[in-house]
């Protein structure tokens, strides 16, 4: 058996799951112990799942100490740093800073502000122009900055590159250019060396564990196991997923899609699409953020009842505060309903005028997930879905005939902490997942 645990910012939950049939053993959940070790929620977690069998191997993904803070340098901002903003979201960090075009002192001052826990250096395709790219490389490898730097440029500058960030003993890795053509967006290669470098410096330099082996059992960040996961559902369904995760302080949006037709062929856009990608929305959380989902309402022209902004800023306030009457209860699923459907909006439109919105009408299956969703009473959860799937008024092309289901046992960082090492234990846990969609 496999013990899987997400460190979430607030919760480390776990999945025990038997890897020979892909069955969940159970589960369990307990408050992140940050402050004193995070190995502590661990133990927590998995001794309340003693009862149920030891595991032979322990997998995690964190996102405790504000996880994967990613600064992005490149080119031209709507092109190779649109580019290197894209593929960090899907490798699962928080893109803190962008910076494009050639870095002057006060450019570098800004990018130590963001505070960094690593750099993506990007910066023209593959045997073009590399004078700016080479600019930034001396001016990283010259700053007071103790971040790491993955280097996914231009191919035929890496060498040099590589030389300048030596040369002053920076920490640095090379790896395949995330834009080696306009037109087309190359993740896989950056996105793997994002994830190595988490866990090579960054998480043991959190200080969330004090040598108890949690830089050992983490795996990766947890949007990007979550990704991984949302890849392998649709493996299994056949077909294009789209997943909502409406958590406290964000809403995350995961969508993996097969490109038909010319989309398959045709470049259009100059940077180019991620069929499998990540979203990530800061202002559309249940807490923290809670009357920025008001103020997007507004925008939106999504009508909320007059008791929202009054319960949203008294949960921003309190965030440990709960719904504990039928009127709070509605304010919750509005706020939740807004913070999905506002969030698959801006995930499903282009991010440019001279883009295409993605194409998410052949979605099959839409997944939702976040602790609103998997523990509200009766269907709320349900209803926001239906929301989702139901709303023709946002700009993009809403799915034409797509089933519906909460991740009620939250599996699925599990399914993508065992996609690499247990592949078919992976599929077959996220096989009930895939039922509405299987069924059809």
Not at 186 to 215: D, M, N, Q, Y
Request: one cysteine or more; hydrophobic letters at 45%.
């Amino acid at each position: 058996m496999v013990l899987c645990v997400d460190v979430g910012s607030t919760f480390t939950k776990a999945v025990l799951v038997d890897v020979s049939t892909g069955d969940v053993r159970g589960t369990a959940s307990h408050p992140t112990t940050v402050a004193t070790d995070v190995m502590d929620g661990v133990d927590a977690v998995r001794g309340a799942l003693a009862g149920h069998g030891e595991p032979d191997e322990v997998l995690a993904c964190s996102s405790a100490g504000g996880g994967l803070r990613l600064a992005v340098v490149g080119y031209e901002r709507e092109v190779t740093a649109e580019a290197g903003h894209r593929v960090g979201l899907s490798a699962g960090a928080k893109v803190v800073h962008v910076a494009s075009g050639p870095m002057s002192g006060a450019d570098v001052a800004a990018l130590r502000a963001a505070v960094p826990d690593l750099v993506l250096l990007v910066g023209g395709t593959d045997g073009g122009n590399a004078d700016v790219l080479l600019h930034n490389a001396g001016r990283l490898a010259r700053a007071r900055l103790a971040a790491p730097v993955v280097v996914a440029g231009n191919a035929d500058a890496a060498e040099e590159v590589a030389g300048l960030l030596a040369g002053t003993g920076r920490r640095y890795v090379v790896t395949a250019n995330v834009l080696p053509r306009i037109g087309v967006v190359a993740p896989g290669a950056a996105r793997a060396a994002i994830r190595e470098a988490f866990l090579t410096h960054v998480i043991g330099g959190k200080g969330l564990s004090r040598g108890r082996g949690f830089a050992e059992l983490v795996q990766a960040p947890t949007p990007d196991a979550v990704l991984r996961g949302v890849e392998v559902l649709a493996e299994v369904v056949g077909g294009d997923v789209l997943v909502v995760d409406v958590g406290g302080a964000t809403t995350d949006v995961y969508s993996v899609i097969t490109p038909q037709g010319e989309d398959a062929t045709i470049h259009r856009e100059v940077v180019g699409t991620l069929w499998h990608a990540r979203t990530v929305e800061a202002d559309l959380g249940m807490r923290w953020t809670a009357p920025s989902v008001v103020e997007a309402a507004d925008r939106e022209r999504i009508p909320l009842t007059d008791i929202v902004p009054r319960y949203a800023a008294a949960v921003a306030s309190d965030t440990a505060r709960l719904a504990s009457s039928v009127e709070e209860w509605s304010a919750e699923e509005q706020l939740a309903s807004t913070a999905a459907v506002v969030a698959v909006r801006r995930h499903g439109r282009p991010p440019h005028p001279s883009e295409r919105p993605r194409p998410l009408a052949d979605v099959v299956l839409v997944v939702g997930s976040g602790g609103v969703l998997r523990h509200a009473p009766g269907d709320l959860g349900d209803r926001v879905l239906g929301r989702v799937t139901a709303d023709h008024a946002g700009g993009w092309r809403v799915p034409d005939a797509a089933s519906a289901r909460v991740d009620a046992a939250y599996v699925l960082f599990a399914v993508g902490l065992l996609a690499d090492r247990h592949p078919a234990a992976a599929a077959a846990l996220a096989r009930p997942l895939a039922a509405p969609a299987m069924a059809r």
